[in-house]
């Protein structure tokens, strides 16, 4: 079983970055790009230690970039990525987060704050041959919680009416089932995806991680 969506983590010290990546493509196209932003990422986080989530993408891009020209002919179909990235730093209770086309949400128990991405993903190129990308920055507290998804969960068909979820559907269902354990928060999404899907073609991988400090 290959798949285009993974999730990456490291942690080191009072420091770990974490990402939800989703990759170009279905199947064997989708699982190389996989493998290629796994090794970059490796390289950029642990090799270089670097933390910065912006950081992190502008460097990715670069090398994403560099491996895609290097692989464009026509038998390997290989574009890019989305993805977001968190730093979490314990010791100051902050949250860093960059988004190249990713998704993301932070509850709270009194608000709810939608994580926006920088229109542009890692990969592809552009007439300066650079991309920039926004840092946000968040303090947060015990019990806050922070999910990270790609588009399968959202864009999936289904339902009563043989429609999409939407995000903005989605994300009240994560709101609405926030106040729940984790493990039965899970079990719960898990049972309402399957359940949206019934007899629907599953079009696209879906990852969904959620994080509780």
């Given at each position: 079983?290959?798949?285009g969506?993974f999730?990456?983590?490291?942690?080191?010290?009072?420091?770990?970055v974490?990402?939800?990546v989703?990759c170009?493509?279905h199947?064997?196209?989708?699982?190389?790009?996989?493998?290629?932003g796994?090794?970059?990422?490796s390289n950029?986080?642990?090799?270089?230690?670097?933390f910065?989530?912006?950081?992190?993408?502008?460097?990715l891009?670069?090398?994403v970039?560099?491996l895609l020209?290097?692989?464009?002919?026509?038998?390997?179909m290989?574009?890019g990525?989305?993805?977001?990235?968190?730093?979490?730093d314990?010791?100051?209770q902050?949250?860093?987060?960059s988004?190249a086309?990713g998704?993301?949400v932070?509850?709270?128990?009194?608000?709810?704050i939608?994580?926006?991405?920088?229109?542009?993903?890692?990969?592809?190129?552009?007439?300066?041959g650079?991309?920039?990308?926004?840092?946000?920055k968040?303090?947060?507290?015990?019990?806050d919680r922070l999910?990270?998804?790609?588009d399968?969960?959202?864009?999936?068909f289904?339902g009563?009416k043989?429609?999409?979820?939407?995000?903005?559907?989605f994300?009240?269902l994560?709101v609405e089932s926030s106040?729940?354990?984790m493990q039965?928060q899970f079990?719960?999404?898990?049972?309402f995806?399957?359940d949206?899907?019934?007899?629907?073609v599953?079009?696209?991988?879906?990852s969904?991680?959620?994080?509780?400090?």
């Open positions: 079983i290959v798949s969506d999730y990456w983590l490291y942690a080191k010290d009072d420091h770990t974490l990402s939800v989703d170009t493509g199947g064997v196209p989708g699982a190389l790009m996989a493998m290629a796994n090794e970059h990422l950029v986080v642990v090799k270089d230690s670097c910065n989530p912006k950081e992190i993408l502008e460097e891009d670069q090398s970039s560099r020209k290097k692989r464009n002919t026509s038998h390997v290989m574009d990525m989305d993805l977001s990235v968190v730093h979490v314990k010791v100051n902050v949250l860093e987060y988004s086309q998704h993301g932070l509850i709270r128990a009194d608000e709810t939608i994580l926006s991405p920088d229109k542009h993903s890692i990969g592809g190129f552009t007439e300066s650079f991309k920039t990308f926004t840092l946000q968040y303090s947060y507290s015990q019990g999910y990270l998804f790609s399968g969960i959202y864009d999936q289904g009563p043989g429609k999409k979820l939407l995000r903005r559907n994300i009240n994560l106040k729940m354990t039965n079990a719960h999404l898990d049972y995806f399957t949206w899907l019934g007899d629907n599953q079009i696209d991988d879906v969904l991680v959620g994080v509780e400090f």
